[in-house]
């Protein structure tokens, strides 16, 4: 989901920032006879990406945030446990550089165009939303959970895993998958769960799933 939200944001922030060079430096466009800051319905323009960045991150951060509200009601689940140190630790990494580099894009767009900073200040403001989610996050509310229903891992990435139609779970040294009917696979890293919990988090799928129908595989 998160990998998926920062691949669509790049895709569109090089066209703006192509967009806001022409306007903010006024360069000329020969071939449609103008200069930048005379292009038409600017304002249109930085509208537009303005709600297409607020549309992804509003859909991203409400989703996160519901599923650290839902991991964190432990009392729901059979079984839920912290993420590992090592992934909480690469959560910090990423989740720094990411609002890292959100907050030097929208600098940098404000530094540029002298108007229009729409799109600017909503990648700004889910900058700092980026990091009060990390800052929660890491007292201890970064989980993995089993209940009767799912799976679920709550972290940067919010993974939901549901047992109905499963059938092949492999716990892998790199990933656990989560295979369907249909040929539906969902998967989330390995290193989410603590190796001390491995096991633990193996019996539970067992005890949940029906034995019958879903085959459990090893290979970590």
């Not at 092949?168 to 390995?190: A, H, K, R």
Request: glycine share 6%; with cysteine; aromatic share 14%.
């Amino acid at each position: 989901m998160n990998s998926f939200t920062n691949s669509l944001l790049i895709f569109f922030t090089i066209p703006l920032m192509c967009f806001v060079v022409y306007v903010g430096y006024d360069v000329p466009i020969d071939f449609m006879h103008t200069t930048g800051k005379e292009i038409p319905y600017q304002e249109y323009i930085f509208l537009g990406f303005g709600l297409v960045y607020f549309m992804l991150l509003v859909w991203r951060s409400i989703r996160r945030w519901m599923g650290l509200l839902i991991v964190n009601k432990t009392e729901r689940f059979k079984w839920n446990m912290l993420v590992s140190k090592s992934r909480s630790q690469r959560i910090l990494v990423y989740s720094l550089l990411e609002s890292g580099i959100m907050s030097t894009v929208a600098f940098a767009m404000y530094v540029v165009s002298d108007t229009n900073h729409l799109p600017g200040i909503i990648l700004y403001v889910f900058s700092i939303e980026g990091l009060i989610f990390l800052l929660l996050g890491l007292k201890n509310k970064f989980r993995v959970g089993i209940s009767s229903k799912a799976v679920i891992v709550s972290d940067r990435e919010v993974t939901i895993a549901y047992l109905t139609g499963l059938r092949q779970v492999t716990i892998g040294n790199e990933s656990v998958y989560f295979d369907y009917i249909n040929d539906l696979q969902l998967s989330f890293p390995t290193d989410c769960i603590d190796e001390q919990h491995i096991e633990s988090f193996r019996s539970e799928i067992k005890n949940v799933v029906d034995r019958d129908r879903v085959l459990i595989r090893n290979k970590y």
